[in-house]
């Protein structure tokens, strides 16, 4: 039995660990957050409660096999009281590396640091009630520019037409580098919102970049396809709120106004070009101005290089050889394209924005089968074990989380709810999660109760 080392416990870390765990393995899982599941807890939208609960108990399967050991509120990098160095020093015989991909993708836009200019992640994370992001200023105005086509524009859409218990915004306004027929977003998600969108103002839209997207034989007539709503008739504009659409635009500049909140965005107009099978934006000479109080981008994420894994021009570094598959999942120095071993990267970590909790199932436990090739052949190192490294990680002045004091959080969590008189609730601050789960350890030590130790 070997020890190996999962970091991150989205998706992909907790896949990979199930599957290493289950070939007899010993495996140690370090987590940013208190929780588990990451973006199944804290990036699937709210109401999806039958997806989030089946995710948990597939996690709560993972937790429960006795070679799996769980440290969460334990983050690592450059900021924080654990290195990569000091992980490393506890010398696994492998490390899977599943932290997504933690990095915000600038526009790099000139007053792109206005308030009210938000990345979707990060916003997705406040509503999701994650912290530190759930006690943040996300505050949203009434005109908001969501930029993207994909479907966290629609969640976004989303909880700001009828979730968000402020209900400040009174126009949603999607901007899209490209036209219509490129559109990224499932039909089914749309539906949740289409009651919203403005028939007459889409429609114009549709009028207005028609001979732009003719020129790369797209006829607009056709666009009902992917906006059904434009096969029912045109009704007067409603009281409530509203969605349109930009077409054909990329930003181009913020401008903020006395307040430093953002007041105008400033976009270039852009032609249709045909690339290969595909389409490209082509930006041109004119520009507008939409005035809005708000703007979330939703154009995908990066890695994050704080982390400090080694980098490469399109983020963590591996090099991908035809003739070995692992490659793609063995991270490698820059310079020398050397492998570094014992070391994989799997789900967004290896390619970010990659799919969701399906594919990162599969991209986790396709790794983890490289992982355990690897072990095959692997000497054992002299690890030590899960409580010794439980008190090193205590000694350095953290608030570590294992697998007792998750199921003293749960049944925190539990209480809540039933006080609340809702189906489920869930803490959005670090420090009152660790509160709630002192005071169950002190009822249950008051009661005679063990609380274990992994």
Aim: net charge neutral; hydrophobic share 40%; proline share 7%.
């Amino acid at each position: 039995m070997k020890t190996v080392f999962v970091v991150g416990a989205g998706p992909a870390g907790m896949f990979a660990a199930k599957k290493i765990a289950q070939a007899g393995h010993t495996v140690i899982i370090f987590n940013r957050d208190i929780k588990p599941g990451g973006l199944a807890e804290y990036g699937i939208y709210p109401a999806k409660d039958k997806m989030k609960i089946g995710l948990r108990k597939q996690f709560a399967q993972v937790l429960a096999l006795p070679n799996v050991h769980y440290f969460g509120h334990v983050s690592i990098g450059d900021n924080y009281s654990l290195h990569l160095g000091d992980l490393r020093a506890f010398n696994p015989t492998a490390t899977v590396y599943s932290v997504g991909a933690q990095g915000t993708k600038k526009l790099g836009l000139p007053g792109e640091n206005a308030r009210g200019v938000y990345s979707a992640k990060d916003f997705v994370y406040f509503y999701n009630q994650l912290p530190p992001f759930a006690s943040q200023d996300f505050s949203t105005g009434k005109r908001v520019a969501i930029v993207g086509m994909g479907n966290v524009m629609v969640d976004i859409a989303r909880w700001l037409l009828l979730d968000d218990p402020n209900h400040a915004a009174e126009e949603i306004i999607v901007v899209a580098r490209r036209g219509p027929f490129e559109a990224k977003f499932d039909e089914k998600e749309m539906k949740h919102i289409e009651m919203y969108l403005d028939r007459h103002a889409l429609q114009d839209e549709m009028n207005r970049v028609a001979g732009r997207v003719a020129a790369v034989g797209q006829d607009i007539s056709k666009a009902h396809e992917i906006f059904p709503v434009l096969n029912q008739p045109p009704e007067p504009p409603s009281a409530g709120p509203r969605m349109t659409f930009r077409f054909l635009c990329s930003p181009k500049e913020i401008k903020p106004g006395p307040d430093g909140r953002i007041q105008r965005l400033v976009v270039n107009e852009n032609l249709l070009v045909a690339k290969g099978d595909s389409t490209a934006a082509k930006a041109t000479d004119q520009t507008a101005e939409l005035d809005v109080d708000t703007m979330i981008f939703a154009i995908g994420d990066v890695h994050d290089p704080s982390v400090c894994l080694p980098m490469g021009p399109e983020g963590y570094s591996t090099k991908p050889d035809p003739s070995n598959p692992a490659s793609i999942y063995q991270l490698c120095d820059p310079q020398t394209c050397a492998p570094v071993p014992g070391s994989y990267v799997v789900g967004w970590a290896r390619k970010a924005s990659e799919g969701l909790v399906g594919i990162a199932r599969h991209d986790a436990e396709v790794g983890a089968g490289y992982v355990l090739t690897y072990l095959e052949t692997a000497g054992a190192c002299p690890t030590p074990t899960a409580d010794e490294i439980h008190r090193a990680l205590l000694a350095k002045g953290i608030a570590v989380v294992a697998k007792p004091e998750l199921e003293l959080l749960a049944r925190a969590e539990e209480k809540e709810a039933k006080r609340r008189g809702i189906p489920f609730f869930k803490f959005s601050d670090d420090r009152a999660m660790l509160d709630a789960i002192e005071q169950e350890r002190t009822a249950g030590v008051s009661l005679g109760i063990s609380s274990g130790r992994d």
